[in-house]
Each structure stands twice: as C-alpha cells, then as structure tokens.
C-alpha cells in the first residue's frame, strides 16, 4: 500500500504561481507513473498531469501545456505540480495518484492522494 500526501494548495491572483508537492509513504520498484488530477465543483474530476518514473516521460492536457511543469525527485519519493500563469478556470482540488502501469488510463490509477484546494482569483 502506497500512502500519497499532497500540499501546496492556496489562494493566488490570476497571472501567479503555486507549486504542489506529493510526498510517497513509501519506494517501490517496479515501472509506475504518477499523475496529478483536478476537479471543479459540479465537473468531473480530469486529467492535468503525469509524470513516468523510471523514464521521466511527461504527458499533459492541452488545457495546462506551457504552463504547468510536472517533476520528480526520486531520492525525496515526491512528485511537483509547478503551475504559472494560473487562471480562474485552474480553480480545482488538485489529487496526485499513481498507477502501476506505463501510460496508464485513469481507472489504472489505484493510489491517491486527499487532495489539495488551489483557488485562483480573478
């Protein structure tokens, strides 16, 4: 069982910047991605980021490229979310998640965090 803790979250401004952090209870081995995903009152939850482990591969939605940055640090276990130009639209509570797949879909992802709220005030 991996236990996935994420902080960051805030109140900023249109046009500012907050970086997420998701610390891992544990390392494991094995190939795995690590993901952070959003959702909006009334809306679904929707894919932002993800990150592969083993080979760094980023992916991202259209909605955030150029202005969201995923990372790692392998040797802290912990996954960032760095996100610039923030826009009232990004207001969301932000998971991170894991799955133990490459490339995985969304149901792939078995292990998440309890979220954190990121507002964005216009």
């Known amino acids: 069982q991996v236990q996935l803790v994420e902080s960051g979250g805030g109140l900023v401004q249109a046009g500012g910047s907050l970086r997420l952090s998701c610390v891992a209870s544990?390392?494991?081995?094995?190939?795995?991605?690590m993901g952070w995903f959003r959702q909006a009152p009334g809306k679904d939850r929707e894919f932002v980021a993800a990150?592969?482990?083993?080979?760094?591969?980023?992916y991202y939605a259209d909605s955030v490229k150029g202005r969201f940055a995923i990372s790692k640090d392998d040797a802290k276990q912990t996954l960032y979310l760095q996100m610039n130009s923030l826009k009232p639209d990004d207001t969301a509570v932000y998971y991170c998640?894991?799955?133990?797949?490459?490339?995985?879909?969304?149901?792939?992802?078995?292990?998440w965090g309890q979220g954190t709220q990121v507002t964005v005030s216009s």
């Open positions: 998640a894991r799955a133990d797949a490459v490339s995985p879909t969304e149901s792939e992802y078995k292990y």
């Open positions: 544990r390392r494991t081995l094995g190939f795995y991605t």
């Open positions: 990150i592969s482990w083993n080979d760094g591969r980023t």
